[in-house]
């Protein structure tokens, strides 16, 4: 347990003003992917199914020092093994394991990861999360405290036993807090984007290099994900459709076969170390008419503008009316859309939200996709969606161009 400031995910100076200026003395992360950004650990139960409990607990007073990972005890073998800036461990339920690990030695990291795992099963343990989430918060200090709660991941009847347990603690919920403190990236969490957006782009060119006449979309999309696992990463999201069925914003890969013509479109990610990538690229598998030139053209100077118009401190609401302005003046009268891009992070929607009507400001660190789609049901659907971060402009976390591809047949 060993992280390195410049390896955290979690924005610290962020996380305490924000303390600071909500009032309270400590944040709970219950929700996997909060728990992860707060502490650096990966709970393998919480990521794979609803239910189960896992907390970090941030103290506003000595972060280093008095903030508390509250697990089960059947998850303590990923606390040894994960590299986890949190120090305090409160675990909950019994778990049987047996054996001892003595002075490893020197270099042997694999007998290492054993020792930490039966000292962390030496510590005493809590018959439940509450018990436990309660005895890290008498820990901290803060019995009598006002607490920020990510009411997302915890449940009803154990939030309830929690508040029976510390009944002169203030609770308010903080799942927001938690959304706004993930807003600004940083340097491990733009690393990790990075690394997602470029495998997918990776995976979706190479996908293209193999197109041809009479292959299903099925197999077009085993050839990119196989990509993406050969290059570390986890298949999360694999939008894909050619033909009419291009014109699907869902379309899940089919066995439609291609013909001459036709777009394929992807809009698709990846995980890598839990950080979401969501790109997209389209071609046409042979020469482009002129409505797919005029389309595309058309969507092209909408993410143009959209790029243009990111700079710290304005609403997001001005990137959507910059997009929609440049996509109806260059060749699409009537384009319409409900946003034009997203905040990306641990989540594949962090905020902001790129509406008419999102007012949140623009901040350096923050990292947004943003893409101005085209779907016309019975022709098909043209897309570009590019990752970015906001600096004094922005900068691009991808490295493929945003042309229309033209595949030779």
Known sequence: MSTKVADRLL????????M??????????????????????????????????VYAALSREALEEKSWLIVGTGSLDLVATQDIWIKNVARYGFFSLKGSAENPAEGD?????????????DTPFHDGPAQALAE?????????????????????AVLTELKALLPHCEIIPATQTFRQIRA????????????AAQCTERAIEATFAIARPGLTET????????????????????????????????????????????????????????????????????EPTTKHTRIYNAIHAGQDAALAAIRPGIPAQE????????AREAGIPDYERNHVGHGIGIEGYDVPNLTAQETTLLEPGMTLCIETPYYEIGWGGLQIEDTIVVTDTHQTLMTTGRHLRTINI
């Open 20 to 53: 600071e200026q909500i009032g309270v003395e400590a944040l709970i992360a219950t929700e996997a992917q909060n728990v992860t950004y707060a502490s650096n650990f990966w709970a393998l139960s919480q990521w794979l199914r609803r239910g189960p409990q």
């Open 136 to 156: 890290a918060i008498k820990h901290m200090g803060l019995a009598k405290s006002r607490i920020g709660i990510d009411e997302s991941g915890i449940t009803p």
């Open 219 to 286: 197999e077009l999309s085993r050839v990119f994900l196989h990509e993406l696992i050969d290059a570390g990463a986890e298949p999360a999201l694999t939008v894909l459709g050619a033909g009419v069925r291009s014109a699907l914003p869902s379309a899940t890969p089919s066995n439609y076969r291609l013909t001459p013509g036709d777009i394929i479109r992807f809009d698709a990610g990846c995980y890598y170390q839990h950080y979401r990538a969501d790109i997209s690229r389209c071609a046409v598998l042979g």
């Open 109 to 121: 990291w694999a007998m290492a990861e054993q020792k930490n795992l039966k000292e962390l099963f």
């Open 11 to 18: 924005n610290s100076a962020r996380a305490l003003n924000i």
């Open 184 to 195: 600004v990236k940083t340097t491990a969490e733009v690393e990790r984007l990075t690394k």
């Open 319 to 326: 990137i959507y009316h910059a997009a929609m302005t440049a």
